[in-house]
């Protein structure tokens, strides 16, 4: 599986943004999907995921209530919808899949990773 992750940019707070991870590769509906995100400084941290079949989703709690994780199974995609963007939520998103089909809040359980997408929430 191939990841692109793309809808990266720069907004002010209160702003929205929605991120897409377009993936190849004919196995896209059986994995799990998930959003991690590195801020600089920081360590790697789970954002949200998506179950294999959509039924499943997990936030972590600073993106609870503010972000929406979805996916489309026709176009390979998985979005990440943020709304109320706060500075602290500048970071660089990576899109992963987990090929378990859960969709873990564990980045060791997500083979594969696309390139990252830089999100720049201004104050």
């Known amino acids: 599986v191939q990841l692109q992750a793309s809808g990266g940019g720069l907004v002010q707070a209160g702003g929205s943004l929605r991120l897409s991870c377009a993936a190849s590769?004919?196995?896209?509906?059986?994995?799990?999907m998930g959003w991690f995100r590195q801020a600089p400084g920081k360590e790697h941290e789970f954002v949200a995921a998506?179950?294999?079949?959509?039924?499943?989703?997990t936030y972590a709690d600073s993106a609870k209530g503010r972000f929406t994780i979805s996916r489309d199974f026709a176009k390979n995609t998985v979005y990440l919808q943020m709304s109320t963007l706060k500075p602290e939520d500048t970071a660089i998103y990576y899109c992963?899949?987990?090929?378990?089909?859960?969709?873990?809040?564990?980045?060791?359980?997500?083979?594969?990773w696309g390139q990252g997408t830089l999100v720049t929430v201004s104050s």
């Open positions: 590769g004919r196995t896209f509906s059986t994995y799990g």
């Open positions: 998506i179950s294999w079949d959509g039924g499943k989703t």
């Open positions: 992963a899949a987990d090929s378990s089909g859960y969709g873990s809040s564990y980045p060791q359980t997500y083979m594969y």
